[in-house]
């Protein structure tokens, strides 16, 4: 079946949260403190863009980046996926590649924190050229923070 990617809405955000994988469920709670639900709406409002891709059936991941903050020039890209994300790893990981550039743009670096049990966000980081590494512990579990120089992608 075949993977789509569109600008995701709050609608797409309330109906994939029930069906988030376990890893991401953990991160969301441990880097936010909110119920995986309130995190996933939360990122899509904050985001300047927001992603989704999907099956003809179900939704595959959501992803996105949160602009600057006024304590940081730094973008913070995430995603959130679904257990269909294990059957089409491939294909997002190429979609998600052509789109980067455009998500980044204007950004120096991007950074953010994944969960180290999450092996398959890792892969997907490393896939697009993130550097993960170090250890940081939030709310109990460990993180990686991954990292990229913009100028590295475009």
């Known amino acids: ?3 789509e990617i569109r600008p995701a809405r709050i609608d797409d955000a309330v109906a994939m949260a029930p069906l988030l994988r ?4 953990l991160e969301a709670v441990a880097l936010t403190g909110m119920e995986p639900a309130a995190a996933l709406l939360r990122q899509v409002k904050l985001s300047r863009e927001t992603w989704i891709a999907e099956t003809a059936t179900a939704p595959v991941c959501m992803f996105g980046v949160n602009p600057p903050s006024l304590t940081s020039p730094d973008v913070m890209p995430w995603m959130a996926t679904t ?17 980067l550039p455009g998500l980044l743009e204007g950004a120096v670096r991007a950074r953010g924190y994944v969960l180290q049990t999450n092996r398959l966000a ?4 490393r896939f697009l050229r993130f550097t993960v590494a170090g250890d ?12 990229m120089e913009v100028r590295d992608v475009l």
């Open 22 to 25: 376990e890893q991401d469920r």
């Open 136 to 147: 940081h512990r939030f709310r109990g579990r460990m993180f990686h923070q991954f990292r």
């Open 83 to 99: 257990h269909e994300m294990e059957r089409h790893p491939v294909e997002v990981a190429r979609l998600a590649q052509r789109i």
């Open 1 to 3: 079946m075949a993977v």
């Open 122 to 125: 890792i892969v997907f980081l």
